[in-house]
């Protein structure tokens, strides 16, 4: 019974834009449905990174530490700024990537990167992951099976996110248009990088 609650919760979790939603976006935006989901699979890894750390309590230190807590949330919010202020100044949408492999690992790095700089990805694990654990089981392997499939369920939301944007790209093809949304979607890296810089613990 605490497996449906807990794929519930993660559920509702998924479905409330952030970071994540917005890094993923951009990269679908970007360069397709390819991107986005190389940007996902670096997203969901840095989330079970967080969920993993959380389950044997390395986290904790990140809390623990205010010095390491401040320097993750600045340094995720530089990265969040600078891909805010790549897609303001990029002229030309359609740009094709020379190497897609390499535009694919970017996307990966992009994905992933932004996770691990985000402190509150880590609290969240810690705050998130423990309210699901029924009294008397094995904590640390119940933390662990809660991470994987918090990571799976994450994994199905965005891979229908990103095949609704793939298909919205294709539809509205026109370069002003594609333009246009990677504009918004670097207003909104930057505005989250703003945020993420002035907001405190």
Known sequence: MYLIAFIGACVLVAMVPGVSTAVILRQTVRAGRGSGLAAMLGN??????????????LSALVLASELAYDIMRVVGALVLLYMGVQSLRRKDHAEIEVNPVDGVRRSFLAGFGTCLANPKAAVFAMSFLPQFVPQGQ??????????VVWVLVDT??????IWAVAKARAVLGRP??????????????IALGVRLVVESR
């Not at 199905?156 to 996110?161: F, Q, T």
């Not at 002003?176 to 890296?189: C, N, P, T």
């Open 44 to 57: 969901e890894a840095g989330i079970l990174l967080w969920a993993l750390a959380a389950a044997f309590g």
């Open 156 to 161: 199905v939301w965005y891979a229908g996110v």
């Open 176 to 189: 002003a248009v594609r333009r246009r949304l990677e504009q918004i979607s670097g207003v909104v890296l």
């Open 138 to 147: 094995n904590v640390p392997l119940t933390l662990v099976t809660l991470a």
